[in-house]
């Protein structure tokens, strides 16, 4: 006999209609007359429009439950479709991943362009879920029957048409667990970069930004640029670093960026081509675990224009980013690189989710994702953390962020 002909006979209850309290237990208290055994039920709320799926076994009269289901249905002044058939759900394909598209607006050209390469992939989306509404529009596809990689070399070429952004994960454990995020400073976790505002100081800004811009494309060797970009700051008053910081704006975002998954238990560390002297504060202010940067040699209050000990460059980076994962006791997989430079990549390819975050083509290409919204904390998004649950979080805090009209 067949596994199919073995599978006990089963109801699938589809109720829609206006959303109003006692729905959900009106329905389930004339299914608890039958004895059924519930098997699935999902529910969700769209504008105070409710659509509620409940799967459970047939009992033997099953047309008269189906007939008292349809006037309780009746009575609460909602659809109801009822449809007899076989076994539990479908098991779901393998290959899954999870797409998150993010969109500032997020247009229907947009989702009619992401959804049809997953079809055209051959692929299902299984299940789909709003992650934030403000300051962009975050949704998250849970999708199956494909690899991971194939489907994001797809949607990769499509969100750089589109102006949205796409991140497509596999659905894995690593979901979930306290993970280590290591983050770039300069045009990552602070707008802008800090030897330029050094620069200005020195009245050398136009020369240094120019070789900042063919480092950051990946044009110059970077330890040869920083080191020539730091000998212009030779005879800089040490006081500018303070002046530098406090002008320093992080990139929207960071504070609860950090302090959501601080909260999480996550691990974070910066990783940094400028100075410690700037990111070892930042760190302190923003509760950041651990930090390496270059250090500005300092001698009688100026600056040398010399960087002491060795110059931590892309693969410096990346080996920063193992010693801290070793540290915390984590997989390299279960790390979260963000940055915007050349000399980032090695560290986002070590990384098990790299991000080029508002970054240079050349990063975005090399990538497992791109992030464009100018948004740090939209990042919790791809974590499958929604932007309700941070606000609920900052509001048992005593954090108040205050929703815009729709
Ligand atoms: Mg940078």
């Known amino acids: 006999m067949s596994e199919q002909a073995e599978a006990p006979k089963t109801l699938l209850i589809t109720l829609t209609g206006k959303d109003r309290p006692g729905v959900t237990s009106t329905i389930f208290r004339t299914l608890s007359h039958a004895g059924v055994e519930v098997l699935d039920l999902e529910q969700i709320v769209l504008r105070r429009r409710l659509v509620l799926g409940v799967l459970v076994t047939a009992p ?10 349809a006037a309780a249905a009746e009575e609460l002044g909602m659809q109801v479709e009822i449809e007899r058939g076989t076994g539990d759900n479908k098991a779901r394909r393998e290959g899954r991943c999870h797409v998150t598209v993010i969109g500032s607006p997020l247009k229907a050209s947009a989702v009619s362009a992401i959804t049809g390469r997953i079809a055209d992939a ?3 989306i299984d299940r789909i879920v709003r992650m934030a509404r403000y300051p962009v ?8 029957g494909i690899a991971t990689d194939r489907l994001r070399t797809s949607l990769v070429e499509e969100a750089t048409k589109l102006g949205v952004d796409v991140a497509v994960q596999p659905a894995s ?3 979930h667990s306290q993970r280590l995020i290591v983050m770039d400073v300069d045009s990552t976790l602070v707008q802008g970069e800090v030897i330029e505002m050094l620069a200005a100081h020195a009245g050398c800004e136009a020369e240094v930004a120019a070789v900042t811009e063919q480092a950051m494309r990946g044009e110059l060797d970077f330890e040869e640029s920083l080191r020539s970009r730091v000998a212009l700051l030779k005879g800089v008053p040490e006081a500018a670093i303070d002046a530098v910081y406090e002008s320093i704006q992080l990139n929207p975002g960071a504070r609860t960026l950090v302090r959501t998954l601080r909260r999480l238990g996550y691990r974070f560390a910066l990783v940094s081509g400028g100075f410690s002297q700037i990111t070892d504060r930042i760190a302190a202010d923003l509760g950041i675990h651990y ?3 270059n250090e500005l040699e300092v001698k009688d209050g100026v600056l040398t224009g010399e960087i002491v000990g060795d110059v931590v460059d892309r693969a410096g980076k990346a080996s920063a980013l193992r010693r801290f994962a070793v540290d915390v006791g984590v ?4 790390v979260i690189a963000i940055g915007d430079g050349a000399n980032d990549l090695d560290m986002l390819n070590a990384a098990g989710l790299g991000i080029a975050y508002n ?3 050349v990063v975005q290409a090399a990538a497992d994702t791109a992030v464009n919204v100018p948004y740090l904390d939209a990042i919790m998004y791809l974590l499958g953390i929604t932007r309700e649950e941070i606000e609920a979080a900052d509001a048992a805090a005593g954090i108040v962020t205050p929703a815009p009209p729709v």
Not at 60 to 69: A, G, M, P, S, T
Not at 331 to 334: N, T
Request: without cysteine.
């Open 359 to 361: 970054a240079k083509p």
């Open 291 to 293: 930090s390496h940067a």
């Open 60 to 69: 033997r009269d099953w047309k008269k439950l189906r007939d008292e289901v």
């Open 331 to 334: 997989p390299e997989s279960a």
């Open 122 to 124: 051959g692929a299902n």
């Open 137 to 144: 529009t975050a949704i998250e596809f849970h999708v199956s």
């Open 173 to 175: 454990l690593i979901r």
